[in-house]
């Protein structure tokens, strides 16, 4: 399969995975703010402090198992969709499901966190009395973010691809 293909295809679905990931996301801040508390700017968590709501446990665990959904979901889907055209092996698995979740990454920073969390401030993902503080508008922070992201797209590039390919030898 020739390279710019499989950068594309990759890309494609992971656009499709931003855009699932980032509806769980923006439903799971909606339904309660708490949800994502460990991904808030540091001076924002201080000032709220601990978990606050006594139902915000078992939505994590809700939302967590929608995010693994849509993050398996999307990845088998488009290894199937590329396994008709192509015989699959282990750096083309690789790159497509760095090229994915990179892709995803870059959405999160550009999309969520820099326009939406940063600069669009919609009022359902302020955590209550923080309103106003400066790490709403922290883009370095997310930055940060994005880096360690890269980081997590090698390792899980390298991991899941690994699966996959164990997967496709076994049901050949």
């Known amino acids: 399969m020739p390279f710019p293909i499989l950068i594309q295809h990759g890309f ?12 769980v996301l923006l439903g799971a ?13 540091p001076d924002v968590k201080k000032a709220y402090g601990g ?11 809700i939302f967590s198992l929608l995010f693994l959904f849509v993050l398996f979901g999307v990845l088998c889907y488009s290894m199937v969709d ?7 092996n282990f ?13 995803f990454n870059l959405w999160d920073l550009l999309v969520v966190d820099w326009l939406i969390f ?7 993902i302020f955590l209550p009395g923080t309103e106003g503080m400066a790490g709403y508008k922290d883009y370095y ?11 997590f797209s090698l390792v899980s590039a390298l991991i899941l691809s690994g699966i996959a390919l164990i997967i496709v030898n076994a049901t050949r």
């Open 29 to 41: 801040v909606f339904v309660n703010t708490e949800i994502m508390l460990n991904d808030y700017p």
């Open 12 to 23: 494609v679905y992971g656009l499709v995975l931003s855009i699932l990931f980032t509806i």
């Open 82 to 88: 590329l396994g008709r055209a192509t015989e699959l």
């Open 51 to 61: 978990e606050k709501n006594p139902k915000t446990r078992g939505q994590k665990r």
């Open 141 to 151: 922070f997310h930055f940060k973010g994005f880096l360690t992201g890269i980081g």
């Open 91 to 103: 750096p083309i698995l690789f790159a497509l499901v760095f090229v994915e979740v990179f892709t």
């Open 118 to 124: 940063n600069t669009i401030q919609p009022k359902f």
